[in-house]
């Protein structure tokens, strides 16, 4: 059972992992490097272990905290170390856009994200990409490959896709299940997400192109002419110079979108398609 920390008893359903390394809090400050200008906002502070080291390099922060309980102690251990803005809100439905107007800064946006919310999330946060300079995280490593992973690995997905649409990605370092209270049964990951300033392909209409990558990935065991053939014909595909019997995970990113732009010239988005988390 995992010891209180500050008089605070993790909590499962809120996926609470807290840091205590010293040494691995460092090095993600020095990632992530904040300075005095910047509009950082965490997502599920805790009790301060990143909170308190950026405060003492900024002066403010922004944090968006769903624990009702906990939100006392973090002030507590944040206390005259500057300015704490606190949010307590769900961040998977929270208003990030609403933050830039505030500061007119672009978004910085850093957090441990919680292993059961962290893909959703993710993709909570592509809908406000405009708004942001830059993303650190903490995850499951597994996750971070996933994002990470090229076209023939079995780890290539919808959620690598997604990612390397909006972002550069870069995994900075492993953080050993030793790092938290209480241990995870999983090694995490720091990962930097940079958005494109411009992106290398882009979709016609991202909906559509999201529902294609759904469709593929939802039956990634089929050959693309079953995969999607709700879509577009064997001939189609060949018209586009793809194979139709290679699997979903060998194609890559550009020809996902060529497929997406292509089928939203000819169609209109077909009903019942499968919205699956990644």
Known sequence: MAKKIQGHQARKRFGQNFLHDENIIHR?????NPLETDNIIEIGPGLGAITRQILKRTGKIQVVELDRDIIPK????????????????????????????????????????????STPLLFHLFDYIDDVADMHFMLQKEVVQRMAASPGNKQWGRLSIMVQYFCKIEMLFLVPPTAFNPAPRVESAIVRLIPHQQKPFIADNFSVFEQIVISAFGQRRKTLRNALKKWLTVEELQQLDINAVLRPEQLQLAEYVKIANFVNRKTTVPDNVDSKTP
């Open 28 to 32: 993600i400050i020095q990632s992530i």
């Open 74 to 117: 973090l002030k507590i251990q944040c206390l005259n170390t500057g300015d704490l803005i606190i949010h307590q809100a769900d961040a998977l439905k929270f208003d990030f856009h609403s933050l830039l107007q505030q500061s007119q800064q672009p978004l910085r946006v850093i957090g441990n994200l919680p292993y059961n919310i």
